[in-house]
């Protein structure tokens, strides 16, 4: 399996203390004052910490040789801390989002670095008791201790390519259902089993089903979605997203917070295969251009990017996808837009790794693509692809009629009128 190196460098590890609470990044201060709801914000890091410590699905053989654990990343804006994590089986992402209401302190700095999550701060975190004073410092500011702390960890390409595909999901999600607290409860409660099925109406509420009908939302694997349970005593409602691919989204509201669980559309299947960034991937020129107007605010505004940037809405609206294949942007469900944040990886890296990607770039460098109008003709093994329209006749296309991102044929004449033929940086 393909990993890449990586070295998270905090001047301390995070610590806690009675009353205390700090959460060691690489970045200089983000944050400092307390948090309104101590147990409660415990409570969502600890769940958050969870997706990001388990496997919902490793093949026993590989069990003795990976190792997938690594820290969340943190995004502060305007407004809101975001805390983000990936599965180790690139199969669920979660993400906290502390409101304005969480926070009783001073925004200090805007960025996006990685979290010292290490097993001391976790048993802080179940110790802090209800209703305790909590004082919180993100970033390195405050530190007592001296010395430098790293942590060296192989992250597979899986889990890199992962992050930023479930947020292409996201941005193809809409609302299905929205539940209040008392229901809510009461659908977490009754999670049974490990299998998979499906979100239906019961009334007010919502449960699972084994049988598809219209209005469903697929939920692949329920073990997965316990997660979620242990939040419930704190959540106000539950807002359930999905689309036609079978990937689906549980949005847990809280007063000051949210609690996002993004899971792909099999166990079995992560985000990392899906290739929904893969079109994204071809590097619009409009993209570097939006990056340089990007700001912190809890959603980024195509209007006011249009108007920044000087790019139409369509063009925006593209190169947002476009910095969201590199890890530039992320997608909040409940805002429904993109936010700024720059996951701190080189994801030049991933893109020159995709094999479909660097498949259709040796196709188009061959001479494998020829057009012939409204039409191209791509090589295959054996025989030549017709492609029209960003439809293919080859297997891969007829098998996944594009749900899990366009095969290398469509990509070659992709990158054929894009007049790209070389791999670009991040």
């Known amino acids: ?254 007063p000051e917070a949210r609690f996002h669980l993004v899971l792909s559309p099999e166990v079995w299947r992560g985000f990392s295969g899906e290739g929904q960034v893969l079109g994204q991937l071809l590097s619009p020129a409009a993209s570097e251009r939006l990056r340089q107007v990007l700001s912190w605010q809890p959603v980024l505004s195509v209007e006011e990017l249009s108007e920044r940037s000087g790019l139409a809405g369509p063009e925006v609206l593209s190169a947002l996808a476009h910095l969201g294949s590199r890890g530039v942007v992320g997608y909040d469900l409940e805002l429904g837009g993109w936010f700024h944040r720059t996951l701190p990886y080189d994801y030049s890296l991933v893109e020159e790794m995709h094999p479909r990607l660097k498949a259709a770039r040796k196709l188009v460098e061959s001479g494998g693509v020829r057009r012939e109008g409204e039409q191209a003709w791509v090589r295959g093994s054996q025989v030549e692809h017709r492609v029209r329209s960003g439809r293919c006749t080859c297997p891969w296309f007829a098998a996944h009629q594009g749900e899990r991102g366009p095969c290398k044929h469509v990509l070659a004449v992709q990158l054929l009128e894009e007049g790209e033929d070389e791999p670009t940086g991040a």
């Open 1 to 254: 399996m393909v990993t890449l190196e990586h070295t998270y460098r905090y001047a301390a590890p995070s610590s806690a203390a009675p009353g205390r609470l700090h959460l060691a990044t690489e970045l200089p201060c983000f944050f400092q004052g307390s948090l309104t709801a101590p147990r409660r914000t415990a409570d969502l890091l600890l769940a958050l910490s969870r997706v990001v410590r388990s496997r919902f699905h490793t093949p026993a053989a590989m069990l003795a040789r990976i190792l997938r654990e690594a820290d969340p990343v943190i995004t502060c804006g305007v407004d809101r801390l975001r805390l983000e994590g990936f599965s180790a089986c690139c199969g669920a992402y979660a993400r906290v989002d502390l409101l304005p209401a969480a926070l009783d302190g001073a925004l200090l700095s805007h960025g996006t670095t990685n979290v010292d999550f290490n097993p001391a701060m976790r048993a802080a975190l179940t110790a802090l008791g209800e209703g305790e004073r909590c004082v919180l410092t993100v970033g390195r500011e405050g530190i007592e201790l001296a010395g430098v702390s790293e942590k060296r960890v192989p992250l597979p390409l899986r889990w890199l390519k992962g992050f930023v595909e479930a947020q292409a999901h996201q941005a193809r999600m809409q609302l299905f259902f929205d539940i209040d607290a008392s229901e809510t409860r009461r659908f977490l409660r009754e999670l049974r089993g490990e299998s998979s099925g499906y979100v239906v109406s019961a009334g007010r509420g919502l449960r699972l089903s084994q049988v598809k009908s219209p209005g469903a939302v697929s939920v692949a694997g329920v073990q997965r979605l316990k997660v979620l349970q242990d939040l419930a005593r704190h959540a106000r409602g539950l807002r359930v997203y999905g689309h036609d691919g079978g990937a689906s989204a549980f949005e847990l509201i809280l």
